[in-house]
């Protein structure tokens, strides 16, 4: 089975950059057959398995794409290294045809090895494999692809002992059910957050998701009182967090975007507003230089973009008005007249 892998490995030496990214076609292999596909299935080069099976899935219907297809699912129920399978899976996500033919096989698959997180003990590659399976689901369920229930379900079922779960699991657990409480509000994923509290691992980012619930929350009140009044303890809740955690750039954006929406029309807002936007740009910039000066996982950097892109918005909207005064006889400089609406409308990313 050696020889599959290696005119595997001379196709990638001579491929172009966009012809390895799309991934090699069976012909290019020279054809492939079940024996082969489930070797490449089990072996470092799932990915490319994938790949090829998406190709063939484009093509007409006929064995080889039902043969690739059945060899990708035993990829993602047998494959025992973490990277192999963390590589498989985001491809996979990018590859919506081949997810959807795949079946209701395809999200078992994925739910089996995040039921494997229960017996993993000190095994990381089974953690961390869990981990990769949970987020591939997440993307899924958010393209439509396969639908939430299962996984909520099973979140709901690990995050009842959190002391049982592995670390490397359950610290990615935080960002995951954050983002299921912002798609799927009411269904589970905020009471997992509440519990996650508990644990030394994830409750500063657990406290973190949800005050980011608790501001859409507030951005969606009936009324301006309610909204200011919640906006108050999104703020305080944030504060909290930077209290105890005064490296969370983060936290600290969130924290001064809110801290400008209360300033809009309150006491000394001529001075406040200003203040609080040159803050912002402030922690933005640090924001930005410690995101290129790490490394952090790639499972993280999503949210640190849309973070990032969040705050670019609410700083822009901010310096669009830093002219924004007027001038009495008394030569008092107050801000001009803001509708603090319109900046509720930037928070929410409908400016």
Known sequence: ??????????????ATTAERRAGPTAD????????EAAHLATGPFLSELIKAAAHQQSAE?????????????????????????????DVLVTRPELARALGTDLPRALLARLDEVHRAEDNLAIALIAAEATECLVQLSLARITTPARLLGE???????????????????PRMLGILEAHYPGTGPGEALERLLASDYTHRDAAFEIALAELRSALEAPDYPTMIKQLGDVRRHLAELIAVSPERLDAQIYHGAIDAALAIGGPNADLRVPAIASALRETLQHYR????????PAWSRPRQDDIAAWAERISGWLADRQDAYVY????T???????AMSLIAALKGKD
């Open 333 to 339: 400089k107050v801000r001009a007249p803001i509708d």
């Open 328 to 331: 009495f006889d008394n030569d």
């Open 1 to 14: 089975m050696q020889d599959v892998e290696e005119r595997l490995v001379t196709w990638m030496t001579h």
């Open 155 to 173: 979140l709901a079922k690990a995050t009842e002992d959190i002391d049982q779960l592995p670390e490397p699991f359950v610290v990615r657990l």
């Open 28 to 35: 290019d292999l020279g054809g492939i057959d079940a024996a």
């Open 61 to 89: 219907a006929d064995g080889v794409a039902e043969m690739l297809r059945s060899a990708v699912l035993t990829g993602l129920r047998q494959q025992q290294r973490h990277s192999a399978f963390a590589g498989a899976v």
């Open 289 to 296: 230089a410690w995101r290129y000066q790490s490394s952090p």
